[in-house]
């Protein structure tokens, strides 16, 4: 199933109730000249790329909170340069997340393409540009700004998890490699020595440590 969403701007904030399944995504396009839904009643200016300008989700593009969807893809379809001009805007973010994108239930082969995610301003700004679970998670060709926390507890680009250990990590442990312990794992530690590895992260706390204090010392008034 294929949705167009024409240039302007809505109120997105209903979370999205159709799931898609492996060779039958679920889809929601900006509506371009060069792609469209139906041609009855079609006019160019329309179109994201016709005069229409960006498709503006208001409340972000909520995919679900509490149930797991999957094969869903977002896509813009068009930009004109790495920071302006994508057919997709999610602004303000959904409910009290304020993500651009939210998936906070479970949604697996999410793609995100071609948006701009994030707004500077103090009524639309977002708290993540992407936030959810998942497994599979595509991001690509977006420009994602001032996702900030501004008094909020995130503040992140994108923020997804998989609901458990990635399968590359599950693999490792279950042939037994946990690391420095067994002496081979993400990094093969007989080719590198552990004593130093934790020589040198015990130097970096042992520094950052000192820094704290000269500058709680420096700030103390005299």
């Not at 393409?113 to 301003?121: A, K, N, P």
């Not at 250990?165 to 599950?170: G, S, V």
Request: net charge neutral; hydrophobic share 30%.
């Amino acid at each position: 199933m294929t949705v167009f969403i024409a240039g302007g701007a809505y109120d997105s904030s209903a979370a999205q109730g159709v799931s898609g399944s492996s060779g039958s995504p679920v889809t929601y396009k900006a509506a371009t000249k060069a792609s469209h839904g139906t041609n009855t009643g079609w006019q160019d200016s329309y179109a994201v790329d016709g005069g229409a300008g960006q498709a503006v989700l208001r409340g972000g593009f909520n995919v679900e909170w509490s149930g797991k969807k999957s094969f869903t893809t977002l896509d813009g379809q068009v930009r004109t340069s790495l920071t302006s001009g994508h057919g997709i805007h999610c602004v303000k973010g959904y409910a009290g997340d304020k993500a651009a994108v939210f998936a906070g239930g479970q949604v697996d082969d999410l793609t995100v393409r071609y948006c701009e995610l994030g707004d500077e301003s103090a009524a639309d700004y977002c708290i993540d540009g992407v936030q959810g679970k998942g497994h599979r998670l595509l991001v690509e060709y977006c420009f994602i700004h001032d996702c900030d926390n501004r008094g909020d507890s995130h503040g992140d680009g994108v923020l997804y998890n998989e609901p458990r250990a990635p399968e590359y990590f599950r693999e490792l442990v279950r042939n037994g490699h946990l690391g420095a312990k067994t002496g081979k794992g993400f990094y093969d530690w007989y080719a590198k020595s552990a004593d130093e590895v934790r020589s040198r992260r015990d130097r970096f706390l042992v520094e950052v440590l000192r820094g704290r204090r000269r500058e709680a010392n420096s700030a103390t008034p005299a």
